[in-house]
């Protein structure tokens, strides 16, 4: 029997934080990405961008200190670091055009083995798309990570071998980072990284449905 826990979305944040490196200029996502700001290790100076055109961004602020002028692309308030600044949304478009931002984290629909990434629309009739900067990241930044649930609420995986939603970008995604585990996606296919306490490398292919290449020994 099974004897696992999922991450929260904070336990998820964190292992995300974790692997972010000192000196890193960072963009995170809309929705879970932006915990990750709330769980950066004491010490390490990393660089957050928002690509409404923030760079120095802070964690959320305490309750009642809200500034409603100043908030994320998700139009959640966020805070400003000594040194942070704030400018037009064309500058911050060429920053992740440009190739100045090392990683972004992104939520996504859906991502294949090889990684590509779908994370704008389902495609369902009715459906809201929602590009916004994903293209320009997914493609811009030096390594793109993924961030998410690994299953849906119906309990498929969104982990896939080809995605059938609307593409944001072909073999993009170097990460995903799920509430059960952390896998690298290679040309080759996936490999894993790591997984929840007390969930086996056999249970986890189960639930994927693809095969996963074991973690390389460090």
């Known amino acids: 029997m099974s004897n696992y826990q999922k991450r929260s979305k904070n336990e998820l944040a964190a292992r995300v934080a974790q692997d972010i490196f000192d000196g890193a200029y960072v963009n995170l996502g809309i929705g879970q990405p932006t915990l990750v700001a709330n769980h950066l290790p004491a010490g390490r100076e990393v660089v957050l961008h928002s690509e409404n055109g923030i760079l120095g ?3 959320a602020p305490a309750a009642g200190q809200e500034d409603y002028d100043l908030t994320n692309a998700g139009k959640q308030p966020v805070t400003l670091l000594p040194g942070g600044c704030y400018f037009h949304h064309a500058d911050s478009f060429a920053m992740m055009r440009g190739g100045h931002l090392d990683i972004c984290v992104l939520g996504a629909f859906q991502v294949s083995s090889t990684g590509d990434l779908a994370n704008w629309s389902t495609g369902e009739p ?4 929602a590009v916004g900067g994903a293209m320009d990241l997914a493609v811009g930044a030096k390594s793109t990570w993924v961030m998410m649930d690994l299953l849906t609420k119906t309990g498929e995986c969104k982990v896939v071998k080809e ?3 609307p593409l944001t970008g072909l073999a993009c995604v170097k990460r995903i980072y799920t509430d059960l585990c952390t896998l690298e996606c290679t040309a080759e ?3 894993l990284i790591d997984t929840v306490p007390g969930l086996s490398h056999e249970e986890l292919e189960r639930i994927v449905g693809l095969p996963i290449q074991p973690a390389i020994q460090q």
């Open 126 to 129: 009715g459906a809201i798309p």
């Open 189 to 191: 296919g996936l490999r």
């Open 163 to 165: 995605c059938s939603y």
């Open 57 to 59: 961004m802070g964690p």
